[in-house]
T-cell receptor, first 118, second 111 residues
Framework: AQTVTQSQPEMSVQEAETVTLSCTYDTSESDYYLFWYKQPPSRQMILVIRQEAYKQQNATENRFSVNFQKAAKSFSLKISDSQLGDAAMYFCAYREISKLGGSEKLVFGKGTKLTVNP | DTGVSQNPRHKITKRGQNVTFRCDPISEHNRLYWYRQTLGQGPEFLTYFQNEAQLEKSRLLSDRFSAERPKGSFSTLEIQRTEQGDSAMYLC?????????FGQGTRLTVV
């Protein structure tokens, strides 16, 4: 089974600064999807950004970008110009597809709690 | 369409009681997932539906847990004879492509 590791339980950043959240994963597949989700306190999980493994170009969504290193199985999230509203739990996730039964699911890391200081 | 809807948002129940949660996915999303999230942890997969077919159940899902998705629309997750260890946030998600969209979850407290 695939695993996802987020080694930073907590991170903090000053407003308007840049922060990078780390994620590593383990898989033997060559084609897959990776995601970053944001979960504000007591609110629902929101998709931040996705990366398709066969695309070499790193995904970017406004202030959010990823550094995808396929060989190293690393998928970090960079948040530029941090805002107070960015404060949340951030989860890295790998989309696992079962070749046998056609099932699929997301495998999540344990998350990184991001604090944004004014 | 306002997204994935889950009801109730909160449920407090006494140990040993049965509870049922409902999830209404985004219209035309044929894939539906249930996850469980405990405090300080990432969501853990429980079960997956493609249309009305339940294609996978996690080993986390004991005999007391059952999920259905009649007619491939809404889904229900029932927990029988609840235990204190069942206290958690139960998340539903749906998708029609690679991305999954989550509901706000049902927080279950077993007292």
């Amino acid at each position: 089974a695939q695993t996802v590791t987020q080694s930073q339980p907590e991170m903090s950043v000053q407003e308007a600064e840049t922060v990078t959240l780390s994620c590593t994963y383990d898989t033997s597949e060559s084609d897959y999807y990776l995601f970053w989700y944001k979960q504000p306190p007591s609110r629902q999980m929101i998709l931040v950004i996705r990366q398709e493994a066969y695309k070499q170009q790193n995904a970017t969504e406004n202030r959010f970008s990823v550094n995808f290193q396929k060989a190293a199985k690393s998928f970090s999230l960079k948040i530029s110009d941090s805002q107070l509203g960015d404060a949340a739990m951030y989860f890295c996730a790998y989309r696992e597809i079962s070749k046998l039964g056609g099932s699929e699911k997301l495998v999540f890391g344990k998350g990184t709690k991001l604090t944004v200081n004014p | 369409d306002t997204g994935v809807s889950q009801n109730p948002r909160h449920k407090i129940t006494k140990r040993g009681q049965n509870v049922t949660f409902r999830c209404d996915p985004i219209s035309e999303h044929n894939r539906l997932y249930w996850y469980r999230q405990t405090l300080g942890q990432g969501p853990e997969f429980l079960t997956y539906f493609q249309n009305e077919a339940q294609l996978e159940k996690s080993r986390l899902l004991s005999d007391r847990f059952s999920a259905e998705r009649p007619k491939g629309s809404f889904s229900t997750l029932e927990i029988q004879r609840t235990e204190q260890g069942d206290s958690a946030m139960y998340l539903c998600a749906s998708s029609s492509g690679p991305e999954a969209f989550f509901g706000q979850g049902t927080r279950l407290t077993v007292v």
